[in-house]
């Protein structure tokens, strides 16, 4: 949906809704660019890189003794050819190899987990400050002006109703 369909939809909602498009003040801010510069953020990212490393040595470890018994399980085979005497060896690197796989998911999902925990607290402290500036103003909507894959949502707006400086002094981030 393109950004006149959006803006289109909008007033039309508000239009039904009662409330008069004079009456409708539009804010907007670079949630992203708040977002990377809040030390919350900052903190989080580094704690998350050591418990993904954490999880990454774990899964390093059973993935060097995989590779241990199936040097193993080879020069074994090359002795004998007796089935008895391989299939539980066989099993055993089977089995090693699907506790590799449910541990490299199960750490993918501890990881986002994590990420979205702390994560919560941060958003919600910026949810704040979005809205108590918005109240401040008298903004109707406030705009995040790039969407999730940075592009740009809002193309052109009055510098006055760009909240993002204003955001990042509410916040204690030290502006340029």
Aim: glycine share 4%; with cysteine; charged share 30%.
């Amino acid at each position: 949906m393109n950004l006149k369909a959006i803006v289109c939809t909008l007033l039309v909602v508000l239009g039904l809704s009662g409330v008069q498009a004079q009456d409708v003040k539009i804010g907007y801010a670079n949630i992203q660019a708040i977002l990377l510069r809040m030390p919350e953020t900052q903190t989080m990212e580094t704690s998350l890189a050591t418990y993904e490393k954490k999880l990454a040595e774990d899964l390093q470890i059973r993935q060097r003794r995989l590779q241990s018994l199936y040097a193993d399980y080879q020069e074994f085979a090359k002795t004998t050819q007796d089935e008895a005497q391989l299939k539980p060896r066989q099993d055993e690197i089977l089995n090693l190899e699907k506790e590799i796989q449910t541990k490299s998911v199960e750490s993918q999902q501890k990881l986002m987990e994590r990420r979205e925990k702390q994560l919560s607290p941060i958003l919600e402290k910026l949810q704040n400050a979005i809205t108590e500036i918005s109240d401040a103003r008298g903004y109707t909507l406030i705009l995040n002006q790039m969407d999730g894959s940075g592009m740009s949502v809002v193309l052109k707006g009055p510098e006055e109703d760009d909240i993002t400086i204003a955001l990042m002094e509410k916040l204690g981030i030290k502006t340029e």
